[in-house]
């Protein structure tokens, strides 16, 4: 196998930008991402061809390989020849479970293009649909894979001619969704086209694929491939994958359709940098500079057990070297390179230098996390960074963990923090009343894998508490009053009121059209037009935090509150992450703060003070306007039989769920329901039981919405007593001095 050809091939490659690709697999789990990533690894020489499709060499976690999915993103870098001459084609093969979807989307930062792998008899699923909106999102250009062919053969026994009217309402599917999420100018240019070359059909477990321009060169098509399967014996198979073999299908298209780094940062940049397009770091990434200053953006940490921590990211600009300093942007601190390297799957081969345009891994930036962005030292005064990445889905299940073996606390704890290294979408706190270590997921099988990954690669077995669902808290209604809060010593006062956000609102800041550190100006003037805001209050606004909450600072002219302030807007986040009902985060508020009095020596106005105060004001608005709980709640892609609808309508109804929508193709039913993730936790069996195992469904986080009146004060008083406090309900009078 020539892979150290390969490697040095590779290196001498990368230099020419021209000649760079950076492509992600994105898919619905269980389409064939690691499949088809296999044949494309057979062919650059990695793994052995004969075990293509079988050895998922990118699933290289025995957790991957013993459930069947991915659950990290693998990074592999190939040579590939098209006309005789060589490419680099940087490939990352990313998750398609929903819980993992925050991975997709850290790929796709530093990704030029993606292939979308869709099976021909599932077709587009709800994750299909996600990734997608997150690869159009990140200005990342899609190319489209129908892949499972032979399915449509072998078991829905189309024959030739009834094949191409399914593969078709396919590809306009994905075309719907193209012109739905993707920016005005990319419409069009984006829209994936067979005739193009833009969409290749294939079997990646049988190796054998092709767009239809190749096609004809190849004189292959679909009778062709339907004589394949229909043969007697596997000869034609086979002579089919040597005649059309899908890593060059693939390769080829990607080549010809996926743009360089130079075209694409141009205007890609512009999409993912926060700051100004006209300093010398912009400059130089604008154009994908090999000799500019230094832009590496993070996307991933890994644990090497032998070497520490391993940082993942592109050059963005300038070329990364080993035993070079580098400043990291949001750790404010300056750290050396101790070991540059490409990737080849599992393993790392080392280099002297990556140049821009490139993905590499790095060793030495343990301060760093993924989403950081680490820069040439001299322009660490430059301002700007990388917007920050937006996760369609954030965490809301939580389980209680302790070591089986007590002397294994501390080890428990070092291995906790480091998987959370890995994994930003995994959240570790310690409930400091009980003592507990919780663990927060995007879902149970997140959790499961890992308390598997503890086990497997740090040896720890733990107990476990079953699962919780993670709430929000909100209002319904503006409070009736203003609220005082007093400092314990009583020389400082605040005067607050609360009201809820509307929902255009909420979503203009979960998207990240509006951020804190924006020209108040421009922020008034979006809020006022999208979101019915008085422009005079929007303008106002000085702190927006995690949970889409926002304070406005309404006052004027109090003496000494400017000094104050940040002390203030800490104590309004805190009360922000641990609300009144039942400690659970505060959602979708404005908190306007009307008027204050602020004692004139600071020794009288510490955060000690002014903590309490703001805290209480805010509490005792929250209980006057209608406090209520929010819940995650689940949106179900499933597709049935016909005669099972029924069957499946009952199961949601029992869950508290609804149906949303039932579309008729044929003999299978897609139905579309919301199910709240409480209600879930026992779903995928009881499916599997009501259909016979006929079922199959995808799953994401769909929203928050308020729980039953009904049922809100009994979750109330079972989280307070879980937490260990006063089993009633809180009133305004606890809040007031």
């Known amino acids: 196998m020539p892979r150290y050809k390969t490697a040095d091939q590779v290196l001498g490659l990368m230099k020419d930008r021209t000649r760079v690709r950076n492509i992600g697999i994105i898919a619905h789990v269980d389409h064939g991402k690691t499949t088809t990533s296999d044949t494309l690894l057979a062919a650059s020489g990695i793994i052995s061809p004969k075990v293509a499709g079988e050895a998922l060499a990118l699933d290289y976690l025995s957790v991957e390989q013993q459930r069947g999915i991915t659950v990290k993103a693998a990074n592999v870098s190939l040579y590939h020849e098209m006309d005789n001459k060589g490419y680099v084609i940087n490939l990352i093969d990313t998750p398609g479970h929903v819980d993992f979807s925050g991975r997709v989307t850290r790929s796709l930062r530093v990704l030029d293009g993606s292939i979308v792998v869709v099976d021909a008899v599932e077709g587009v699923m709800t994750q299909t649909e996600t990734v997608l909106r997150q690869s159009l999102e990140e200005r990342v250009r899609p190319i489209l894979f129908v892949n499972k062919i032979d399915r449509l053969i072998k078991e829905l026994k189309l024959g030739k001619d009834e094949m191409v009217p399914k593969l078709t309402s396919i590809i306009a599917e994905v075309n719907n969704m193209i012109s739905s999420y993707a920016e005005p100018e990319y419409k069009e240019k984006w829209t994936v086209d067979p005739a193009k070359g833009t969409v290749v059909f294939g079997s990646a477990k049988d190796k054998w694929g092709f767009s239809l321009p190749m096609a004809q060169k190849k004189g292959v098509n679909f009778k062709t491939v339907y004589d394949a399967y229909t043969a007697p014996d596997k000869s034609k198979l086979q002579e ?120 590499a891994g790095v060793l030495g930036l343990d301060k760093a996390r993924s989403g950081e962005t680490a820069i040439d030292p001299r322009f660490k005064d430059v301002q700007g960074s990388f917007e920050t990445l937006h996760y369609v889905s954030e965490p809301v299940v939580t389980i209680a963990i302790e070591p089986k073996n007590p002397k294994d606390l501390t080890k428990m704890i070092d291995s906790l923090r480091k998987l959370s290294i890995e994994d930003p979408n995994l959240v570790v706190k310690i409930n400091e009343e009980t003592g507990e270590y919780l663990l927060s997921g995007m879902g149970f099988l997140h959790l499961e894998v890992s308390l598997q990954l503890l086990r497997e690669n740090y040896g720890i077995d733990v107990q476990t508490s079953p699962p919780i669902v993670v709430y929000r ?41 509006i951020k804190e550190d924006m020209d108040p100006k421009e922020m008034a003037k979006i ?191 079972k989280i307070r007593e879980r937490k260990g406090m006063p089993k009633q309900m809180p009133k305004i009078e606890d809040f007031l001095s």
């Open 240 to 359: 089919l994958a040597s005649v059309s073999p899908i890593h060059d299908a693939l390769l080829d298209t990607v080549i010809q359709f996926v743009p360089n780094p130079i075209e694409a940062q141009k205007y890609r940049i512009p999409k993912i940098w926060k700051g100004d397009l006209d300093n010398e770091i912009a400059k130089a990434m604008l154009n994908a500079d090999p000799n500019g200053p230094l832009v590496l953006m993070i996307t991933d940490m890994k644990v090497d057990p032998h070497a520490g921590l391993v940082a993942t990211g592109r050059v963005f600009s300038g070329t990364l070297r080993s035993g070079e300093e580098v400043w990291l942007v949001n750790a404010k601190s300056s750290q050396k390179t101790l070991q540059v390297s490409l990737y080849m799957g599992s393993t790392r081969e080392l280099a002297e230098e990556i140049p821009a345009g490139n993905i």
């Open 473 to 513: 808290e909100s209002i319904r209604e503006p409070s009736k009053r203003i609220f005082e809060g007093k400092s314990p010593n009583k020389h400082n006062k605040f005067y607050m009121s609360i009201a809820p956000l509307n929902d255009k609102s909420v979503e203009l800041i979960a998207n990240g059209t």
């Open 527 to 717: 809020l006022k037009e999208q979101a019915d805001w008085d422009y005079d209050e929007a303008k106002k606004i000085i702190a927006i935090d995690e949970n889409d909450n926002v304070f406005v600072d309404m006052t004027s002219g109090v003496q000494h509150l400017r000094e104050i302030m940040d002390t203030v807007l800490q104590g309004y986040r805190l009360a922000m992450k641990e609300g009144p009902l039942a400690r659970e985060p505060i959602r979708g508020t404005k908190v306007i703060l009307h008027d204050a009095t602020v004692h004139e020596d600071p020794a009288h106005r510490g955060p000690a003070q002014l903590f309490p105060a703001v805290r209480n004001a805010i509490f005792a608005a929250f209980l006057d306007a209608r406090p209520t709980l929010l819940e995650p709640i689940q949106k179900l892609d499933i597709r049935v039989p016909m005669d099972l609808i029924g069957n499946v309508t009952g199961v949601i109804t029992r869950k508290r769920g609804k149906v949303i929508n039932v579309v008729d193709s044929g003999s299978v039913a897609r139905i579309t329901a919301e199910v709240p993730v409480s209600e879930s936790y026992e779903m995928a069996s009881e499916l599997r039981g009501a259909t016979g195992g006929k079922a199959f469904w995808g799953t994401e986080f769909s929203r928050w919405a308020p729980v039953p009146d009904s049922l809100l004060q009994d979750i109330v008083l």
